[in-house]
């Protein structure tokens, strides 16, 4: 039986670094992956971004609401799940991947369990677990419940200090009132922080 492996940390922590890197060590191998990623993360629209300056376009946008299940499976049948046209025979899947999971609704999540149970196909979801109030975000929490392995990517602070806390700023000025969901954009960007470094920006506010 494959299983869902959840690989959590702070911004800046390597996540989608590693993902591409995951997607290169299979792919070293001659096996095929797919790259996945919500449809709420319009950074880079169809593409996932690493820090590093590397961007590869994704396989599957999953959009709200969607069966992530039934999308995967077009996609691992070589279908445009677009047109629904049927195409040439193709390699089977040896690993979805899939990048900014915490956009997830937990329902898609519980579709991820099911295809590493249910369809034998190994799922390796990156994330980070809290939004900039601390407060978990659902796809987050459910990985966090259902998840076979978790595997916590570190950063640090900058203090030097491990990084736990995401904090958002808007024109630069760190803010604590918002939205959960803000992407990336001119104004709004974030910082990862340890907890005594969170508290001292706070004024000792959690959520």
Do not use: W
């Not at 950074?43 to 299940?69: F, H, N």
């Amino acid at each position: 039986m494959a299983k869902l492996y959840f690989r959590f940390g702070a911004m800046n922590s390597g996540k989608s670094t590693g993902l591409l890197q995951a997607a290169f060590n299979y792919e070293e191998r001659g096996q095929r992956v797919v790259l996945a990623k919500p449809g709420v993360d319009t950074k880079g629209e169809s593409a996932i971004i690493s820090r590093l300056g590397v961007t590869r376009a994704v396989d599957l946008v999953i959009p709200a609401g969607g069966d992530v299940r039934a999308l995967f499976a077009a996609i691992a049948r070589g279908d445009d799940p677009a047109a629904l046209v049927p195409h040439v025979e193709v390699d089977p899947v040896a690993c979805l991947l899939v990048d900014e999971a915490q956009f997830l609704e937990p329902e898609q999540v519980d579709d991820l369990l099911r295809l590493a149970v249910l369809d034998d196909v190994p799922v390796l979801a990156y994330g980070i677990r809290t939004d900039f109030k601390t407060h978990a975000f659902p796809g987050a929490q459910r990985l966090l419940e259902v998840a076979h392995s978790l595997e916590e990517l570190k950063t640090i602070c900058r203090c030097g200090r491990k990084a736990i806390f995401n904090t958002r700023r808007v024109n630069g000025q760190i803010v604590f009132d918002g939205d959960q969901v803000a992407i990336d954009g001119d104004e709004v960007s974030y910082e990862s922080l340890c907890a005594t470094c969170y508290l001292s920006e706070s004024g000792g506010r959690l959520g």
